[in-house]
């Protein structure tokens, strides 16, 4: 299996990454969370990665983002099957998207031991905005938030 960590930019720009995985995280980053930090977009895209590492998920990027995307509003991401257009408007906050995309995708080690995300975000497999209450949230263990969006664990026995 691959790490997903994260990494600066200038290290991403080396990195040998899977185009499709890249913009497939840069997408879901983009209408999850572009109203968000840095940290907050980092947050979301690593809820993503750490999915993709977990075998009760597909192993790839872009199937954990498209997810049940068949189904209307049943879907992992909700941009993904909510019926609303997919355009990339805001080009600022596209080209965020894809640099943290690239940074998550293309980290090792050393920047795992930063605070790029905050420790606790290294094992969220869930994620939602502080404005929905989903009943998934009362089985998982509540590790953080950042701006608008609480993260989710397992629960830790």
């Known amino acids: 299996m691959t790490a997903y960590l994260c990494l600066t930019p200038a ?4 990195a040998k990454i899977d185009k499709n995985e890249a913009k497939c995280l840069a997408t879901a980053i983009y209408f999850e969370a572009r109203g968000e930090s840095s940290k907050g977009q980092r947050g979301v895209g690593q809820v993503i990665l750490n999915r993709v590492e977990d075998p009760r998920y597909p192993d790839t990027v872009c199937g954990v983002v498209y997810q049940n995307a068949h189904r209307r509003n049943a879907c992992q991401f909700s941009f993904a099957c909510d019926g609303q257009s997919e355009a990339i408007t805001d080009r600022t906050s596209w080209k965020a998207a894809v640099a943290h995309s690239a940074e998550l995708l293309a980290c090792d080690e050393e920047c795992r031991a930063s605070d790029r995300i905050g420790a606790a975000f290294w094992s969220a ?33």
Do not use: C, M, N, Q
């Open 125 to 157: 497999t869930h994620y939602h905005a502080d404005y929905v209450s989903p009943r998934w949230a009362k089985k998982l263990k509540r590790i953080g938030t950042i701006g608008a969006h609480l993260f989710y664990a397992e629960h830790i026995s």
């Open 11 to 14: 290290h991403a720009d080396e």
